[in-house]
């Protein structure tokens, strides 16, 4: 699968839903332009007839055909259908797929449990590299546990055992009570010895099911950003959450959840599997992820240079170009700046990102551009960037536009991050807002312009020889920047250096 494709469509066939994908590759990133789904139960009843849910099946064939159009009209070089548990245990799944074929003229993949583990392995890990437990992947069918973590010596993603249980909510659901659903899940688990191994790590979500608990928790926490992705829950606290969940009636998660009938189906026995799952790992976190089997397909694509590539730094490479005014480049801003930092550890990639994305509200009115800056890139559909990377990169480009440190946009997400990590946000945002001050993102212009500290003084040196850095807003953006450090600031002409040099 090394082959480069520019665009990429995953039809993801799946026990409980319907779902289009189609990715566009931007260097090493991919960036999804369609996102579609449709809930069709093809796994209901499964369990009792050993045959695909009828209406399910009529619910694909009414939609597989848009999707399928939909992609080969978007220009996707390569388009997937990728099958999962219901087709690939049902009786009738393998007439099901070639009726698929028929009416969509394209080949239906029937994969098993190992190759939708690995794939959505995969996903997680191209959307947060650094992942070290156990992914476990929730279809209507059936559960892939996967042992993911990091090999030494580059740091990468590694892929280790894969386990596929049959212990999916719509499974569960024939079995008619929870507590018969309880011993099934339990005994499956028993089996799984190398969940043992995520013991004191993260336990990595994927699902729809389970996204939708995540957005519940959300709400009953009233917690400030509502982005799935990375989404984290101490343990304990969230195994009591599922408790209260899967115990519910369905009347009262109708009160509590907003969220689909048909979703709200299965969310029950979701939270019980999680549960169970997270007393047997016993992680210290459970992290939702927006990646699985879908980006984990597309990420095939990628050879190994641009597998190592940091998703976040490409994803904003590529997207930068799009928005800016001038020939902006983020690391020539980070490396300006980083002098101003010299105890940060490297890589410094959230100071890259916020570098690589400050020109974002330039298009916006001037008395709204810091407010903008922050909301949209807080925001942002954005790879391998936890909640609070998001709330220091958007507490940057406030200060960037000139935002106060006490507005009101930035009060839902000051506990995300801590004191410290407010300041060094709003010094660098300082910082870059005096980089465009000198040269308005255009960062060639800052060759020959200096900044650095100097004991308690902070200095900026420039050329002898142009007016360019000179003047009322360098002047004042400078002495706010020192102001931040506590530090009197102090501007210095070249020839003053090669002068004490001399």
């Known amino acids: 699968m090394s082959e480069q494709k520019d665009r990429i469509a995953v039809i993801d066939v799946g026990s409980n839903s319907l779902r289009l994908v189609v990715f566009e590759r931007q260097g090493g990133t991919l960036l999804p332009l369609v996102n579609e789904k449709v809930m069709g139960a093809l796994g209901g009843g499964l369990a009792a007839t050993g045959r695909l849910n009828p209406e399910g099946v009529e619910v694909a064939f009414a939609n597989l055909p848009r999707f399928v159009a939909l992609a080969r009209a978007l220009g996707a070089e390569d388009l997937a259908v990728i099958a999962t548990a219901a087709v690939r245990d049902a009786a009738d799944g393998r007439s099901f797929a070639a009726e698929i074929e028929r009416l969509c003229r394209v080949k ?49 993603g590694r892929i280790g055992e894969v386990r596929s249980l049959p212990i999916g909510p719509l499974r569960l659901g024939a079995l008619g009570s929870p507590k018969a659903a309880a011993e099934r899940v339990e005994q499956a688990l028993s089996s799984v010895a190398m969940l043992r191994e995520g013991h004191g790590r993260t336990l990595y979500c994927v699902g729809g099911a389970w996204r939708a608990i995540a957005r519940l928790h959300m709400e009953q926490t009233r917690y400030p950003l509502h982005i799935i992705h990375h989404y984290t829950i101490p343990r304990r606290e969230a195994e009591a959450f599922l408790g209260v969940i899967w115990r519910q009636s369905r009347k009262s998660l109708e009160r509590i959840m907003t969220i689909s009938r048909k979703r709200l189906e299965v969310v029950p026995l979701a939270a019980l599997i999680l549960e169970r799952l997270s007393l047997r790992v016993l992680p210290q976190q459970v992290t939702f992820s927006a990646f699985g089997l879908r980006e984990g397909y597309a990420a095939s ?173 360098v002047t004042r953006r400078f002495d706010a920047l020192a102001r931040s450090f506590g530090a009197e600031g102090q501007l210095r002409v070249r020839a003053a250096r090669l002068a004490a040099a001399g």
């Open 108 to 156: 239906v993949d029937i994969i098993d449990g190992s190759e939708e583990g690995r794939l959505s392995a995969r996903g997680v890990l191209t959307g947060i590299p650094e992942a070290e437990g156990i992914v476990a992947d929730l279809g209507g069918g059936s559960v892939e546990l996967v042992r993911v973590g990091r090999l030494a010596e580059t740091g990468r």
């Open 301 to 473: 694509f990628f050879g190994e240079e641009e597998g190592g590539a940091d998703p976040l730094i490409a994803a904003l490479q590529a997207i930068a170009p799009q928005g800016n005014r001038f020939r902006l480049d983020g690391d020539r801003l980070e490396e300006w700046t980083a002098p101003l930092f010299p105890n940060l550890p490297e890589p410094r990639r959230l100071h890259r990102a916020a570098c690589w994305l400050s020109d974002i509200a330039w298009r916006e009115h001037p008395d709204y551009r810091a407010e903008m800056a922050f909301s949209r890139s807080l925001r942002m559909p954005l790879p391998a960037l936890g909640h609070a990377g998001r709330v220091f990169i958007a507490s940057v480009l406030h200060a960037r536009y000139g935002g106060s440190p006490d507005a009101p946009v930035l009060e839902a997400t000051r506990g995300l991050i801590h004191e410290g990590t407010r300041s060094e946000a709003r010094r660098l945002g300082l910082a870059l807002r005096l980089a465009y001050g000198l040269c308005e993102g255009a960062s060639e212009l800052l060759q020959g312009v200096w900044l650095f500290r100097e004991g308690g003084r902070l200095i900026l040196e420039v050329p002898a020889s142009s007016s360019l850095y000179r003047g009322e807003i």
